[in-house]
């Protein structure tokens, strides 16, 4: 007797369980296809617009972190009495 009330309980609890996901598949829909879109759209922006800013630009950083570089050495270089 027990067990036929168990298993009652474990039926309705699985059709709570699948009721439930019904509905979020129902909500959810087709959230991983707009998100998908979407990350395709951001990495069209990146490479479209920052990946060329970031070429144009790249070397003008690396020549102004060279020269403090080298201002930096040369200050430990005095310190040291070189």
Known sequence: MDSEAGGGSGDRSEGRFENMGRRVDEH???AGDRIEEDVKRVIAYLNDHVVPE???NGSKALRIAA???TRL???LDR???R
């Open 28 to 30: 959810l829909g087709g």
């Open 54 to 56: 970031v070429r144009d």
């Open 67 to 69: 020269g403090q570089l």
């Open 73 to 75: 050495a040369d200050h």
């Open 79 to 81: 310190a040291r009495g």
